[in-house]
C-alpha cells in the first residue's frame, strides 16, 4: 500500500471545500492500491475555512493542515505542503474542483508503473474564461518559451502528482520568489502530460485579479529569464551607436556648410525617448534587483499559526 499525500492550497475556499472533499472521496474509494493524505494548507484564509477544515479533521484523521499567519500566495502555500506531505506520492490539486480529482488514477498509474517521475496536466480548451484572460496567457507563454531556458507548457496547471525523488528536488529550491510553473520544468526528470477540457469552479469566485495575474506573469519572467537585462544592454548600446554617427555626420556637416543651429523640436523627441529608454532599462535592472534583495534576506516562505500534520518539519515550528 503506497500513501498518496493530496496537497489542497486553500484561501476563502469555504463555500468549496464540501465539495471538493465529497469527490475526492469518491476517487479515493476506486483507489484501492492506496491510502490517502489530505493535507489543507490555509494559505490565511478570511471567512470560515479553518472551520470546514477543522470539521473534516474531526470526522476523519486523514484530514491534516497547515494554516498560515497570514496570506502568503498559492506558491508558499504549495510550498509549505510539500515540506509536510508524508505520502510516498504527493499531488497539488486546487480546492475548487478545476483540477479533476477523476484524473488521479491515470496520473498514479503513470507514475507507480510506467516509470515516469511526475504525472502533470494541462487543460487543451479554456472554455469559460474570460477570452480577454485566456488571450493574454497564451501570449505570455508564447513569451516565455522564447525568452527562457525552461519550457512552459500553455496550460499547464499546477495539478500534478509526483514521486519522492521529484518532490526532494523541489525542496531543495528553497527560493523566496518562487514561481512553480517554472521550477516544475527546470528539475527535469521524465514528465507525463495528461490533457483534460477546463472545468468551471464548482463554489466561490477566482483568487485571480487581472492586475493580481500580470505580477505574476512577470515574476515569472524574472525568475527564469535574463533576457530583458540583454535586451536593454543591447538598447543601450545601440543608442551609442546611433548616438556617434549623428555627432559625426552634424560635426562633418558644421565644418564643410556652416550653421546648423535649428531643430530643436527634434532636439526635445530625441531627449524624451532616450530619457524614456534610460528609465525603462532603469526599471528593468531595478526588478531583478528588488528579487536578488528578497533573496538574500533569507526570509521564510512562509509563517504557520498552526499545524496538524504527519510530518513536522523545523520551518513549521516558526
Ligand atoms: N489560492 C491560494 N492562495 C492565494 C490564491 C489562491 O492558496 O493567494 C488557492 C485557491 O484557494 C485555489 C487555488 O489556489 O485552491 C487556485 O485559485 P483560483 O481557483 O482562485 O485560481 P484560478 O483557478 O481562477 O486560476
Ligand atoms: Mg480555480
Known amino acids: ?53 477543522r470539521e473534516l479533521r474531526a470526522k476523519d484523521e486523514r484530514v491534516k493542515y497547515v494554516s498560515f499567519s497570514r496570506n502568503f500566495g498559492k506558491e508558499a502555500a504549495i510550498y509549505a505542503g510539500l515540506t509536510h506531505a508524508a505520502g510516498d506520492y504527493v499531488a497539488i490539486m486546487d480546492a475548487d474542483l478545476q483540477d479533476p480529482p477523476a484524473l488521479l488514477p491515470e496520473m498514479y498509474r503513470a507514475v507507480a508503473k510506467e516509470g515516469y517521475d511526475s504525472a502533470a496536466t494541462r487543460r487543451v480548451t479554456r472554455k469559460g474564461e474570460p477570452p480577454i484572460r485566456s488571450f493574454f496567457a497564451r501570449r505570455f507563454y508564447a513569451l516565455m518559451n522564447r525568452i527562457s531556458d525552461v519550457e512552459l507548457m500553455d496550460g499547464a496547471r499546477d495539478y500534478r502528482l509526483m514521486n519522492r525523488k521529484y518532490v526532494d528536488a523541489l ?43 500580470f505580477k505574476y506573469s512577470l515574476d515569472g519572467i524574472v525568475a527564469f529569464s535574463s533576457t530583458p537585462l540583454y535586451i536593454s544592454s543591447i538598447l543601450g548600446a545601440s543608442m551609442c551607436g546611433v548616438a556617434a554617427v549623428a555627432i559625426l555626420f552634424i560635426i562633418v556637416r558644421q565644418l564643410l556648410f556652416g550653421g546648423s543651429a535649428y531643430g530643436w523640436p527634434s532636439m526635445v523627441c530625441i531627449i524624451i525617448l532616450i530619457g524614456g529608454l534610460q528609465l525603462l532599462c532603469l526599471g528593468i535592472l531595478g526588478l531583478y534587483l528588488s528579487k536578488a534583495y528578497l533573496e538574500v534576506k533569507h526570509r521564510p516562505i512562509y509563517i504557520a499559526r498552526e499545524a496538524e500534520t504527519d510530518k513536522p518539519t523545523e520551518k513549521a515550528a516558526q
Open 171 to 213: 525542496l531543495s529550491m528553497g527560493e523566496y520568489n518562487r514561481f512553480s510553473k517554472g521550477l516544475f520544468g527546470w528539475v527535469g526528470f521524465r514528465i507525463k502530460w495528461i490533457e483534460f477540457e477546463n472545468v468551471e469552479r464548482v463554489a466561490g469566485e477566482t483568487k485571480w485579479s487581472f492586475w493580481k495575474l
Open 1 to 53: 500500500m503506497s500513501k498518496i499525500t493530496v496537497i489542497v492550497p486553500c484561501y476563502n475556499e469555504e463555500p468549496t471545500l464540501h465539495f471538493f472533499y465529497e469527490e475526492m472521496e469518491r476517487v479515493a474509494a476506486q483507489m484501492t492500491e492506496n491510502t490517502f493524505e489530505y493535507l489543507f494548507v490555509d494559505d490565511g484564509s478570511k471567512d470560515g475555512t479553518m472551520q470546514v477544515i
